[in-house]
């Protein structure tokens, strides 16, 4: 499974990104879906989760109300629509897959997830 993390960029605080991670190699549908993020000097934290069929997400308490997970199974692709960005919001961010057999199941535990993309960079200036 290879999963390819795009969108990111430089922002101004107060603007919006849509960051989209494309999968292939395996059946998309077959997986939830997170994203993570790792912020300069800090660990890797849990930002939100979809389940296979999309009809559960979770969201880190910091980031609900902003950031938005969706899928399209269709496209393979899941996406993290950020809006309102701050400053805090500085990381690299990263999607991965969960191979839970369970379609409506969405965990945050880094545990979860077998499968990880190589991070897309999101600066947010003040």
């Known amino acids: 499974v290879q999963l390819q993390a795009s969108g990111g960029g430089l922002v101004q605080a107060g603007g919006s990104l849509r960051l989209s991670c494309a999968v292939s190699?395996?059946?998309?549908?077959?997986?939830?879906m997170g994203w993570f993020r790792q912020a300069p000097g800090k660990e890797r934290e849990f930002v939100a989760a979809?389940?296979?069929?999309?009809?559960?997400?979770i969201y880190a308490d910091s980031v609900k109300g902003r950031f938005t997970i969706s899928r399209d199974n269709a496209k393979n692709t899941v996406y993290l629509d950020i809006n309102n960005l701050k400053p805090e919001d500085t990381a690299v961010y990263y999607c991965?897959?969960?191979?839970?057999?369970?379609?409506?199941?969405?965990?945050?535990?880094?545990?979860?997830?077998?499968?990880w993309g190589q991070g897309t960079q999101v600066t947010v200036s003040s």
């Open positions: 991965a897959a969960d191979p839970t057999i369970s379609t409506m199941r969405v965990g945050s535990s880094e545990d979860r997830f077998d499968y």
């Open positions: 190699g395996r059946t998309f549908s077959s997986y939830a």
């Open positions: 979809v389940s296979r069929s999309g009809a559960n997400v």
